[in-house]
């Protein structure tokens, strides 16, 4: 089940990486909204998101009753497994209230931007730490369960890209937050 979850894992982080260069240049204004194939995307990799959850959740059911029967849980040595726990559920939140924010059509179907003001600017870059929070935590297991066993030759290599991705996310979100409110 941790492969799978870890093809899950792959498979959601190349759509969120392609979703948010598409989703940012969208937000900045370079290329323009209501892209049927990014809508598209999207729900397909909120679809993954759900199942992926599922996974987390009783994967994480699996160890709280390994940790009962063995009499201790060890919570202070575990704290990067809650950690990884904790950030998922956050990205799984805070996705929610992304989806509802960026979910706007009227009558006819077409796309329709939805006031962007403090509050909703706080949950987007909220869910950009939530992201690199939970991505960066989770890289080593990701790459173990794909049978690569040396982090160090990719590891910096890693975080540099997602770094620069994160960065560029949250200057989207306030580039757009910017152009709502004073453009």
Not at 27 to 52: D, E, F, T
Request: net charge positive.
């Amino acid at each position: 089940m941790r492969k799978w979850n870890a093809i899950l894992s792959a498979a959601i982080l190349v759509l969120f990486l392609i979703h948010a260069v598409l989703g940012g240049f969208q937000l900045m204004g370079i290329l323009p909204g209501g892209n049927r194939a990014l809508s598209a995307m999207a729900y397909l990799m909120v679809g993954l998101i759900v199942v992926h959850g599922i996974l987390g959740v009783k994967l994480t059911i699996d160890t709280c009753r390994a940790c009962k029967r063995a009499g201790v849980s060890y919570f202070k040595d575990n704290k990067l497994f809650w950690t990884r726990r904790i950030s998922g559920f956050a990205v799984f939140v805070l996705i929610f209230a992304h989806v509802i924010l960026f979910l706007g059509r009227d009558s006819g179907g077409v796309y329709r931007l939805r006031f962007f003001g403090g509050l909703e600017l706080a949950t987007q870059l909220l869910l950009v730490f939530a992201v690199a929070v939970h991505v960066i935590t989770n890289v080593k297991p990701v790459l173990i369960a794909f049978g690569i066993k040396s982090l160090k030759e990719y590891a910096l290599d890693i975080l540099f890209v997602l770094s620069v991705l994160l960065v560029f996310m949250g200057v989207a979100f306030l580039v757009y937050y910017f152009r709502w409110n004073y453009f």
